[in-house]
């Protein structure tokens, strides 16, 4: 299954909404340190509401220890940024994908930007800058997980 990875987030707000919506799909978040904001339970609560408790939350002390356990792992690494021209909607995904998601402030330094696997982004209209990272996250993650066929199962969706 894919995973989220963000990159020294820094909003909370932000961090709890993908904390809750990659709870709710079974999707493992690796977050890589150091944060702009504490990382606690009540930093990220109020966006996490209670799911935060069914949440998988890796911390990572910084970057180069992440990437030794993805490498470890043979994971790919992709990068969502507004520095590539390669769309989302293109890309064939596996199930053993990192989605790494940058600073709001300032997205990843740019060894970072040459140690991934590939470069990702989200068609926009002309002459806007970005959208929200959470809602990029839910938008790439998603297309992840349909190719991956990698959504949980329920109940209503078990057929």
Not at 127 to 152: C, H, K, Y
Request: proline share 5%; with cysteine.
């Amino acid at each position: 299954m894919p995973h989220l990875a963000l990159y020294q987030p820094d909003i909370p707000q932000n961090t709890g909404t993908m904390v809750r919506m990659a709870a709710c799909l079974g999707v493992d978040v690796h977050l890589i340190e150091p944060a702009g904001f504490p990382i606690s339970n009540s930093a990220l609560k109020r966006a996490g509401m209670d799911y935060l408790e069914r949440a998988r939350l890796i911390r990572h002390l910084n970057f180069d220890t992440f990437d030794n356990w993805r490498q470890s792992e043979n994971r790919r690494l992709l990068l969502l940024t507004t520095k590539s021209s390669d769309s989302y909607t293109n890309f064939i995904f596996k199930d053993s994908d990192i989605l790494l998601l940058g600073r709001e402030s300032s997205g990843v330094p740019e060894t970072v930007h040459e140690g991934v696997d590939a470069r990702l982004t989200i068609p926009m209209a002309e002459g806007l800058r970005s959208i929200n990272v959470a809602i990029s996250a839910g938008m790439v993650l998603g297309e992840a997980l349909r190719q991956t066929d990698a959504f949980p199962v329920t109940a209503a969706n078990a057929k």
